[in-house]
């Protein structure tokens, strides 16, 4: 695929906003677009470099010292369990998940993993909106896991398998819009759309998809289909999601 980037695990980064106006069939292409492959290094790159600052620490209770310490403002504590701690930190406009594992009640974590969000708690959106927010409450552990990407991934993936098996080659893009639609998808950007390329996000519930669709020109039909996460939302993505988790909240 053109602008394939990281695995399904990476989570969305909101950078870049969207017109103003829902999307429609005759909307125009997107000025958000999937960024190149150098911008996906970069993050990739942040992420390794942090992992490696974390190994250096001793004890479970210096590792929030270090994110602070280089840049990272913790904006949400997922989990905290004794075998487990799990923070949300924004540095500039992108967020990361820490998962720290420790075996065996061990101070020093034996496993360390850094990862974007799929699933963002509200404080670390709104730090990501406004470089100057601070949480007015006392930070506290969400007592559900909520924003955890542990408990979503497998269902998350399910669902992305179960899509590229019916977004099969050889239709059209007014035929593979059809089966989001069916399946409950609502596409809120439009990223890319050239004579053999279209690249859409789609959203259910919580849940943001990349579908990137590699046409031939010629005859318009699609030859190959990627569904990936989203590294980089559009706004309407962003804002579909919270009127989603609003209207369940409310039920």
């Given at each position: 695929?053109?602008?394939?980037?990281?695995?399904?695990?990476?989570?969305?980064?909101?950078?870049?906003?969207?017109?103003?106006?829902?999307?429609?069939?005759?909307?125009?292409?997107?000025?958000?677009?999937?960024?190149?492959?150098?911008?996906?290094?970069?993050?990739?790159?942040?992420?390794?470099?942090?992992?490696?600052?974390?190994?250096?620490?001793?004890?479970?209770?210096?590792?929030?010292?270090?994110?602070?310490?280089?840049?990272?403002?913790?904006?949400?504590?997922?989990?905290?369990?004794?075998?487990?701690?799990?923070?949300?930190?924004?540095?500039?406009?992108?967020?990361?998940?820490?998962?720290l594992s420790f075996d065996d009640g061990a101070?020093?974590?034996?496993?360390?993993?850094?990862?974007?969000?799929?699933?963002?708690?509200?404080?670390?959106?709104?730090?990501?909106?406004?470089?100057?927010?601070?949480?007015?409450?006392?930070?506290?552990?969400?007592?559900?896991?909520?924003?955890?990407?542990?408990?979503?991934?497998?269902?998350?993936?399910?669902?992305?398998?179960?899509?590229?098996?019916?977004?099969?080659?050889?239709?059209?893009?007014?035929?593979?819009?059809?089966?989001?639609?069916?399946?409950?998808?609502e596409i809120t950007s439009v990223n890319d759309?050239?004579?053999?390329?279209?690249?859409?996000?789609?959203?259910?519930?919580?849940?943001?998809?990349?579908?990137?669709?590699?046409?031939d020109p010629t005859t318009k039909l699609g030859?190959?289909?990627?569904?990936?996460?989203?590294?980089?939302?559009?706004?309407?993505?962003?804002?579909?999601?919270?009127?989603?988790?609003?209207?369940?909240?409310?039920?």
């Open positions: 695929m053109k602008k394939q980037l990281l695995a399904a695990a990476v989570a969305s980064l909101c950078v870049t906003a969207w017109a103003e106006n829902p999307p429609s069939d005759s909307m125009k292409t997107s000025p958000h677009s999937t960024p190149p492959t150098s911008a996906a290094a970069s993050v990739q790159n942040d992420e390794n470099q942090l992992e490696l600052k974390l190994k250096d620490v001793q004890n479970r209770a210096d590792y929030a010292k270090v994110l602070q310490s280089n840049g990272y403002r913790i904006s949400a504590t997922n989990d905290d369990e004794p075998d487990y701690l799990e923070y949300e930190v924004v540095k500039g406009d992108k967020s990361y998940e820490v998962q101070s020093k974590a034996t496993k360390i993993d850094v990862a974007g969000n799929l699933w963002r708690a509200d404080s670390t959106e709104k730090m990501l909106k406004d470089p100057q927010y601070k949480n007015p409450n006392a930070m506290i552990v969400d007592p559900d896991a909520r924003y955890s990407d542990r408990p979503h991934m497998q269902a998350w993936t399910d669902e992305k398998d179960q899509l590229e098996k019916v977004l099969t080659p050889k239709q059209t893009v007014d035929a593979y819009k059809k089966t989001l639609e069916q399946r409950g998808y759309r050239e004579a053999d390329y279209v690249e859409y996000e789609i959203v259910k519930g919580d849940n943001s998809y990349e579908v990137q669709i590699d046409l030859k190959e289909v990627d569904v990936t996460s989203n590294l980089w939302e559009a706004e309407s993505t962003d804002r579909t999601k919270e009127a989603n988790e609003d209207a369940q909240a409310q039920r």
